[in-house]
């Protein structure tokens, strides 16, 4: 271990093999810190922490503090962070609020500077956050969704999986898995094919899967009929079962299948002009 001589590190902290921890970085009572793990400067873990091997901790991150909850009353809660995370300048990654609860960051994650993780939140395996992306209480984040810059994600809501949510996005229902969302209201743009191709994902399970996002999207069927509808024509697919599991699932906010090409839907938010009466044209 390489401990600086400004660092505050509690003796009932655990401390693995390989970890370095920089100057005036605090590590509490209940902390543990898996081999190889590199914290800078000016880091706080606090709280019932666990954070994994071969993590990078940037300088001013903050995890494992008092949720900010009013409910909250100092009750024991846990955070747990995966392996080979990259967390930079002023993250904050709360425990959560109910006694025994759990934050948790999975594996591979690079969690940009100033992003928020708040209670009760689970963020999956090769997730990007950009700078001061946030997300609300007890949010799901699946494995290799990607949220913008400044994105702003609701209490209670899910995202899928390989899902894409633009800059200065306001996320407040489920996103389906493999989406690309943006906006304020949000909408769906797409399927999210470049991510699916880095990933390698046949171009069968694209093409399937770009004929559910049509269904669920696009051809106005409400949920349980779009579900109905992708199952009995392309549930073969593993990512068609996917998304189907996913939109099945219970949903406290329920599941945004609203796309940006839904012109009459945009104008009766204000946001463009109602669309002509085909009936008009040529008058």
């Avoid at 706080?44 to 494992?64: A, H, M, Y």
């Avoid at 995370?85 to 993250?91: A, H, I, P, S």
Wanted: contains cysteine.
């Amino acid at each position: 271990m390489k401990i600086h001589p400004t660092a505050i590190v509690h003796s009932g902290a655990e401390i693995d093999e390989g970890v370095e921890i920089g100057p005036f970085s605090i590590l509490g009572p209940n902390v543990r810190v898996g081999r190889d793990t590199v914290i800078m400067s000016s880091v706080v873990l606090d709280g019932w922490t666990t954070v994994g091997c071969q993590n990078v901790i940037f300088p001013g991150v903050v995890i494992g503090t008092a949720p900010q909850d009013l409910s909250y009353r100092g009750q024991r809660s846990y955070v747990r962070i995966g392996d080979r995370n990259e967390l930079r300048e002023g993250l904050t990654v709360h425990r959560a609020a109910d006694e025994e609860g759990l934050t948790s960051v999975g594996n591979d994650n690079l969690l940009m500077a100033y992003s928020h993780v708040a209670h009760n939140c689970h963020v999956g395996n090769q997730v990007v956050m950009a700078n001061y992306a946030g997300l609300a209480g007890h949010v799901v984040v699946e494995d290799q969704a990607i949220l913008g810059g400044l994105s702003g994600v609701h209490q209670f809501v899910r995202v899928g999986r390989l899902c894409m949510v633009g800059g200065l996005a306001k996320i407040t229902k489920d996103l389906p898995p493999f989406a690309i969302v943006d906006g304020n209201p949000a909408r769906i743009y797409g399927l999210n094919h470049r991510g699916l191709r880095r990933r390698g994902v046949s171009e069968g399970a694209r093409l399937a899967l770009k004929r559910a996002f049509r269904l669920l999207t696009v051809e106005r069927q409400n949920l349980k009929q779009a579900v109905d509808s992708i199952r009995a024509t392309l549930a073969d697919c593993a990512e068609v079962a996917h998304l189907i599991d996913f939109l099945e699932a219970p949903s406290r906010m329920g599941v945004l299948t609203r796309s940006c090409h839904d012109r009459r839907q945009r104008a009766a938010e204000g946001l463009d002009p109602e669309p002509r009466d085909p009936e008009l044209d040529g008058r």
